[in-house]
């Protein structure tokens, strides 16, 4: 989700950090400047899974990015690069806000940074009164979690096992300082949308003073992609209040407020849309600001607008005016065909494994369930350690850089994430690793 939070960055460089060590030593060299001139794209107008399959579409996409051949990267979800485009107008940005200094930001940088608030709500078909902008999806989240104020003494929130760490924490602290209860389930592995809906169900009825729950579109640990519209639709038949983290959805799949369901919505900008680290937009549909009370009694804004439940302090002027930019080059691509060839990335490597012994793929193959990230587990360890141990491997041995992730009911596993600077050759390289290191058990 918006990347790790601070105590999940430090704990994972630890673990990481003998890894490290036996890493390709040298990274390729940057250029002093981003290269602007790649060719303009456009999206392809032919069949999604026609598209999907075009080498020569893909390698000209694949070109506006620049990325380091020391190893090959297959963890693009905890943040995505930004485009050769996109970052030569970051740094023109920088370079306008660095130059102009106050005389900008007071003047000239209120109008840039309502247009990116007003792309971002095109984009994810809201109302611009309906967004804010934020540094990532967890600040988002957090806002809306811990100043969600129809909670009281005796109620009910809710979460499941897949739901990012960090909003599971916002929730129990939202839970202790209202003198609620937390109810918390687990995700049925492997999982259906009949399953799922069923366990939402039977948690729900399990827990008649539920009052908010939390649903994560996708989650940043197998990559299942949640029946968000119809689980928010069942919780608001009882009642319920529901708050989507989205971190990893819009710019992965085609997607609109609308078609998630939920009146509250937190969502990233620097992970599938390649805005600069530290991009997110807080959604409140129009009608429901009043469950969530302003941010530290702040009247910088009217208690009416949006603006009062998120505040960031000085934003960083050149991130926001980036936002646009790397809409328009997410655009240029199109949104179904990137999540077609994600998706066909993502089944030339899991559907080569699904069924060799001693391999777990996590996510199914169901189309409207899955996206670009799946995970797995090697003959049935769900220890920190043996994923650690595995992706390591990976790393080491192979040149193939996964992450292991941990939370889920069953077990640790090892997350894939290709994007669209990766190649089928590269899929096909960790799909015959994983073949590799379980044939040696």
């Keep these: 989700m918006t990347g790790s939070s601070r105590r999940e960055f430090l704990r994972d460089s630890a673990v990481l950090g003998a890894a490290s060590l036996m890493a390709p030593a040298t990274m390729a060299a940057a250029p002093a400047f981003p290269d602007a001139t790649a060719q303009p794209l ?9 598209v999907a399959q075009d080498e020569a579409y893909w390698k000209k996409v694949a070109d506006q990015y620049r990325v380091t051949d020391a190893v090959t990267n297959m963890e693009a979800g905890y943040w995505g690069l930004m485009s050769q485009p996109v970052l030569a107008k970051y740094h023109e940005h920088i370079d306008r806000m660095n130059r102009e200094n106050s005389y900008f930001a007071r003047r000239e940088f209120p109008p840039l940074m309502r247009n990116a608030r007003d ?18 999806a967890t600040e988002a989240l957090q806002a809306l979690i811990s100043q969600y104020n129809k909670v009281g003494p005796g109620d009910t929130v809710m979460y499941a ?35 799922i809906i069923e366990a939402y169900t039977k948690a729900l009825d399990a827990n008649p003073r539920t009052k ?3 649903l994560t579109h996708c989650n940043n640990k197998t990559g299942l992609l949640l029946p968000v519209k119809d689980v928010a639709a069942l919780a608001r038949s009882r009642g319920v209040d529901v708050v989507v983290d989205a971190a990893h959805s819009f710019g992965q799949v085609p997607l609109t407020v ?20 530290g991009a997110g937009a807080m959604y409140i549909r129009e009608g429901k600001l009043g469950a969530i009370d302003r941010a530290h009694a702040d009247e ?21 005016m980036t936002i646009p930019d790397a809409i328009d080059f997410q655009q240029s691509i199109g949104i179904p065909q990137k999540a077609a060839r994600l998706r066909y990335l993502r089944d030339r490597w899991a559907k080569a494994v699904r069924n060799v012994k001693g391999v777990d793929v996590l ?7 899955t996206g670009a990230i799946t995970a797995f587990r090697l003959n049935g360890k769900g220890t920190r350690e043996a994923n650690n141990a595995i992706a390591k491997t990976l790393l080491d041995e192979f040149g193939v850089f996964t992450f292991q992730r941990t939370g889920i009911a069953k077990g640790d596993c090892v997350r894939v994430t290709p994007t669209l600077y990766n190649t089928p050759a590269d899929a096909d390289k960790l799909a015959a690793a994983i073949k590799t ?5």
């Design 42 to 50: 456009s999206p392809h107008t032919g069949a999604l899974d026609v």
């Design 161 to 195: 096992d897949l739901d990012y760490n960090a909003m599971q924490w916002a929730m129990n602290g939202l839970a202790e300082r209202r003198g609620a209860k937390v109810a918390r389930f687990d995700i049925p592995e492997p999982a259906t949308h009949a399953n």
């Design 119 to 136: 792309r971002v709500a095109q984009f994810v078909g809201a109302k611009p009164t309906e967004i804010a902008l934020s540094r990532g």
């Design 363 to 369: 996510t199914p193959d169901d189309t409207p369930l």
């Design 212 to 214: 908010l729950l939390l």
């Design 437 to 441: 290191i379980v044939a040696r058990a």
């Design 300 to 320: 910088s804004a009217p208690a009416d607008r949006i603006d009062s439940r998120l505040h960031t302090g000085t934003v960083n002027f050149a991130t926001v």
């Design 258 to 277: 609308d078609e998630v369901g939920a009146d509250f919505i937190g969502l990233n900008l620097h992970k599938w849309i390649g805005a600069p680290v």
